[in-house]
C-alpha cells in the first residue's frame, strides 16, 4: 500500500494565480483532511471530509476549497493564490467506524508551497 | 486553541529513557489523549494514544495520572532517529487540535 500520497511535493506560484493540491489514499478510508502547517507551529485544519460527496470547513477554511467525488480522492484548490498561503500543506486519512478512541490519521508526505 | 501544554524543547542521551511531559487540565472524561511526531518536515506519525489507563506499545509507553491533567509519554531507549517534534494532543469532536509541540533532540 502506497497510504497517503501527495502531489506536487514542491511549488512556487505568483500572486493571483491557482493552483490545486492532489491528495490520494488508497486504504479505503472515508475520513480525509488538509491541514497547513506554518514555521515553528503545529497543524491548522482547513476543510475535512467523511466520505464521498460530504466536505465540511475546518479552523482555517478561507481562500480555500475543496470537493470529494471519489473515496480515494480529496483535492484541495486554491483560487487565487496569495503570500499569506506559503506553507506546508499536509493531507491525512482515517478509516471510517473508528471509535473517537481510535481517531488515528495517516498522513501525507507534504506539499511545500511558496507564493510570491 | 490548543487544550494542552508542552514543553518547547527538550534534550535527551542517546540510549536513555525520553520523558516528554503534557499538561492536559481542561481535558473532559470522554476526551482521549493522542502522540503524534513530526521527524524534520515529515507528515506526522501516531505514537500511542490513552483515555485513563497507561499504555504501551512497540513505540513508547503512555502514563496518564490518575486525575487525567496531564500524562508523559516516555521513549525507553531513545536512538538519534527519535530527534522530532513530539505533539500531544486532546481530540475535540473528530478534530485533533495541534500545538506547537516538543521538539526532542537527542544527543550522541
Known amino acids: 500500500n502506497a497510504g497517503v500520497t501527495q502531489t506536487p511535493k514542491f511549488r512556487i506560484l505568483k500572486i493571483g494565480q491557482s493552483m490545486t493540491l492532489q491528495c490520494a489514499q488508497d486504504?479505503?478510508?472515508?475520513?480525509m483532511y488538509w491541514y497547513r502547517q506554518d514555521p515553528g507551529m503545529g497543524l491548522k485544519l482547513i476543510y475535512y471530509?467523511?466520505?464521498?460527496?460530504?466536505?465540511d470547513k475546518g479552523e482555517v477554511p478561507n481562500g480555500y476549497n475543496v470537493s470529494r467525488s471519489t473515496t480515494e480522492d480529496f483535492p484541495l484548490r486554491l483560487e487565487l493564490a496569495a503570500p499569506s498561503q506559503t506553507s506546508v500543506y499536509f493531507c491525512?486519512?482515517?478509516?471510517?467506524?473508528?471509535?473517537?478512541?481510535?481517531?488515528?490519521?495517516?498522513f501525507g508526505a507534504g506539499t511545500r508551497l511558496s507564493v510570491l | 486553541d490548543a487544550k494542552t501544554t508542552q514543553p518547547p524543547s527538550m534534550d535527551c542521551a542517546e540510549g536513555r529513557a525520553a520523558n516528554l511531559p503534557c499538561n492536559h487540565s481542561?481535558?473532559?472524561?470522554?476526551?482521549?489523549v493522542y502522540w503524534y511526531r513530526q521527524i524534520h518536515s515529515q507528515g506526522p506519525q501516531y505514537i500511542i494514544h490513552?483515555?485513563?489507563?497507561?499504555e504501551t506499545n512497540e513505540m513508547a509507553s503512555l502514563i496518564i495520572t490518575e486525575d487525567r491533567k496531564s500524562s508523559t509519554l516516555i521513549l525507553p531507549h531513545a536512538t538519534l532517529r527519535d530527534t522530532a517534534v513530539y505533539y500531544c494532543?486532546?481530540?475535540?469532536?473528530?478534530?485533533?487540535?495541534w500545538g506547537a509541540g516538543t521538539k526532542l533532540i537527542i544527543k550522541p
Open positions: 491525512a486519512s482515517r478509516p471510517w467506524g473508528a471509535l473517537l478512541a481510535k481517531n488515528i490519521q495517516y
Open positions: 486504504m479505503n478510508h472515508n475520513y
Open positions: 471530509s467523511v466520505g464521498a460527496g460530504i466536505t
Open positions: 481542561t481535558i473532559s472524561g470522554n476526551e482521549y
Open positions: 490513552g483515555l485513563k489507563n497507561n
Open positions: 494532543i486532546v481530540r475535540s469532536n473528530y478534530q485533533l487540535i
